[in-house]
């Protein structure tokens, strides 16, 4: 078994060891230590990273024995035997231990004013979900995410310990997970004890901001998303400078936003309604000036939009009782087909147009769109040929 330095001190962040043996498994490295305050994947979080003898560690995990695996992509130049000088990604395990210690905040909070258990916990990066067995309400939500906040101003003690089966049986706490070998528990102090395996902060002011971001229902109870500590400041600094972004756009204050977009969002319906008519009463006016001819026939216009061209070449083919295309649109190489044709001559005619007017697209059913680009005289002569159909 490896000694857990990370159990005695978490914020063990650089140490001396002896490896105990590399190994090659899967096309990665396994290194074993004598000792080890690399943090391996348990309890919802994942397997701290860093570097032992200057070689990338990228996971760590736990084997049935109690041996701390580092994982390495790279074959590591340390053999068995040797001193090694090993570095956690600080910044990371930090960020994790803000994120777990703010979790159990959150999690003691919602089972002392609902009773609601966590029953699911996983750490993505640092970015946490957690699942509840209740259905919490907003403003429960609300009054946990406020109360967790007051937790952290408070400063309170965390602690961590080994409690004897004697000393356990008295206690209360919250507990996740079946502990096998021993119990570890985290207290903190007047808020919550719950058995865990991760590393905490030493009191709730190193945790910072806990914001709880989204809450969905989830198996009859919620499942919340939650940032803690750095990556919940790093999450404010992007959504305000997006704030600021949207607001100095709209030429608003940043907290008349929500007012500013309801207000843009109607203006745009509005519009929207009255562009349909004036499309409509554009495409009309298009439709009853185009040449009336027995059959087949195209039409160009020079500004449309592919729904007007297709709104176009449908009316043509009823009116005509054939196939109709209409051209243009912004650029002028649009074009719609509408076309009502038995389904094995379908497919044959859209390679026939796509070919013969050295144009892209597709459709659906008895319309075919694209691009194409061929000139009008070209396109013109086409339909001339149409007498074949
Ligand atoms: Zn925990």
Redesign the pocket.
């Known amino acids: 078994m490896t000694e857990r330095l990370y159990e005695q001190n978490a914020y063990c962040r650089s140490f001396e060891a002896t490896v105990a043996a590399v190994e090659k498994e899967n096309g990665r490295y396994i290194v074993t230590l004598d000792k080890s305050a690399f943090f391996p994947e348990g ?3 994942p397997g701290d990273r860093g570097t032992i003898g200057g070689c990338a560690v990228s996971d760590t995990q736990m084997n049935a024995g109690g041996e701390i695996l580092h994982y390495m992509k790279k074959e590591p130049d340390f053999a068995a035997g040797e001193k090694v000088s090993c570095a956690l990604d600080w910044t990371l395990r930090f960020a994790r231990m803000q994120a ?2 703010g ?2 905040i959150v ?1 003691g909070l919602a089972h002392r004013l609902t009773g609601a258990e966590n029953v699911g ?1 996983h750490m993505d990066g640092t970015l946490m979900t957690v699942d509840f067995d209740l259905p919490l309400s907003k403003e429960t939500l609300d009054e946990i995410e406020r109360q967790a906040n007051e937790r952290v101003y408070e400063n309170a003690a965390v602690r961590a310990f080994f409690p004897s089966p004697t000393e356990a049986e008295k206690l209360v706490y919250r507990s ?2 079946e502990f096998v070998e021993r119990l570890r528990l ?1 207290e903190i102090e007047g808020v919550d004890l ?5 590393p ?1 902060v030493k009191r709730t002011g190193e945790i910072g901001l806990i914001k709880i971001l989204t809450a969905v229902s989830h198996r009859g109870g919620v499942r919340i998303t939650l940032l803690c500590g750095r990556s919940a400041y790093e999450d404010y600094a992007v959504k305000y400078k997006n704030t600021l972004y949207c607001a100095d756009l709209l030429k608003e204050k940043h907290n008349e936003l929500p007012r500013a977009l309801d207000a843009l969002l109607e203006k745009e319906g509005a519009l929207r309604l009255k562009l349909a008519a004036a499309s409509k009463k554009y495409t009309d006016q298009v439709i009853s000036s185009a040449p009336r001819c027995a059959g087949h026939g195209a039409v160009f216009v020079e500004e449309a939009t592919n729904e007007e061209l297709c709104r176009i070449a449908e009316a043509c083919k009823t009116r005509c009782g054939g196939i109709s295309a209409c051209f243009g649109g912004d650029d002028c190489k649009g074009y719609c087909f509408a076309m009502s044709l038995p389904d094995e001559k379908y497919l044959p005619f859209t390679k026939t147009i796509l070919e013969a007017l050295r144009g892209r697209g597709g459709g659906k059913g008895c319309f075919l769109q694209g691009k194409c680009a061929a000139g009008r005289a070209e396109i013109e002569a086409f339909f001339a040929g149409f007498a074949m159909l």
Do not use: D
């Open positions: 309890g919802g979080q777990h210690t979790e159990h999690s916990f996740k997970l985290v719950c058995a865990c395996c991760a905490h």
